[in-house]
T-cell receptor
Framework: KQEVTQIPAALSVPEGENLVLNCSFTDSAIYNLQWFRQDPGKGLTSLLLIQSSQREQTSGRLNASLDKSSGRSTLYIAASQPGDSATYLCAVHHSGGYQKVTFGTGTKLQVIP | DARVTQTPRHKVTEMGQEVTMRCQPILGHNTVFWYRQTMMQGLELLAYFRNRAPLDDSGMPKDRFSAEMPDATLATLKIQPSEPRDSAVYFC??????????????FGEGSWLTVV
């Protein structure tokens, strides 16, 4: 059974700091890994999708990396802003042609002005 | 701007009542997911459809929950009878699956259910 863990559960940083969020998974037989952002009272917004053949993806100040062999992914946020405050979830897309997705429990980020 | 649409956004109901949540997936998507989110359990997969066929509903309490896709533009999740422990946010998500690799899945804003 695939298990996805995110550490830390909560993180508070001053504005402008670069930060890294971690995601680990137990079964390396995955197709894709997707990072989401969830604001309070809202749904999940897709940030980045890394396909299994890729090592990283970038979008603006966000960079996500994937190391399947070690079962790890990181989300790097450069020059953090108060608007980045949200909960960040990683989701593992299982292999096998069936788009089953397992979510981590998330990291709640607070960026202090 | 394509999006997954869920109704109702908020629902308060009494224990024992039937609750039906509806989802309109993004046009052209062939996969639909129902998730439940609680503080204690996080996001749990309840049901998964591909091309309107249910492929996995192992996460769904069978005695009171049911999920259907009457057509490609509508997915429903029904709880009958509802119980206080069903209070949660229910998310619908859709995506496009070609049978091999998965692609980005998109979430609706959720249906916030409170059973009193």
């Amino acid at each position: 059974k695939q298990e996805v863990t995110q550490i830390p559960a909560a993180l508070s940083v001053p504005e402008g700091e670069n930060l890294v969020l971690n995601c680990s998974f137990t079964d390396s037989a995955i197709y894709n890994l997707q990072w989401f952002r969830q604001d309070p009272g809202k749904g999940l917004t897709s940030l980045l999708l890394i396909q299994s053949s890729q090592r990283e993806q970038t979008s603006g100040r966000l960079n996500a990396s994937l190391d399947k062999s070690s079962g790890r992914s990181t989300l790097y946020i450069a020059a953090s802003q108060p608007g980045d405050s949200a909960t960040y979830l990683c989701a593992v897309h299982h292999s096998g042609g069936y788009q089953k997705v397992t979510f981590g429990t998330g990291t709640k980020l607070q960026v202090i002005p | 701007d394509a999006r997954v649409t869920q109704t109702p956004r908020h629902k308060v109901t009494e224990m024992g009542q039937e609750v039906t949540m509806r989802c309109q997936p993004i046009l052209g998507h062939n996969t639909v997911f129902w998730y439940r989110q609680t503080m204690m359990q996080g996001l749990e997969l309840l049901a998964y459809f591909r091309n309107r066929a249910p492929l996995d509903d192992s996460g769904m309490p069978k005695d009171r929950f049911s999920a259907e896709m009457p057509d490609a533009t509508l997915a429903t999740l029904k709880i009958q009878p509802s119980e206080p422990r069903d209070s949660a946010v229910y998310f619908c998500a859709s995506g496009w699956n070609k049978g091999q690799a998965g692609n980005t899945i998109y979430f609706g804003e959720g249906s916030w259910l409170t059973v009193v």
